[in-house]
């Protein structure tokens, strides 16, 4: 996944990805560079300073794991709600 809004990880990307991956069962780990997170933790992710143009990995384990990527896909996509129109 590609950080695409201007701003990067910061606190409101961070609560978005953390609110859409705890409406999911399956574990979430998010990887950048040599660092992996647990995605369910807001301050885990802030930990990463993923900047604009950062490339994550993101891999799900357990029951729905294949929804949550696809639904974190569109998440990213979107640039948490921040692209100008």
Known sequence: MVVVNPSGLHARPCHALVSLALQHDAELVIRYGEKA?????????????????????????????????????????????????
Do not use: C, R
């Open 37 to 85: 997170v647990n995605g369910k933790s807001i301050l885990e992710l802030m930990t990463l300073n993923a900047a604009q143009g950062a490339e994550l990995e993101l891999e799900a384990k357990g029951a729905g794991g294949e929804a949550l990527v696809a639904a974190m896909a569109e998440l990213f996509a979107s640039g948490f709600g921040e692209l100008q129109h």
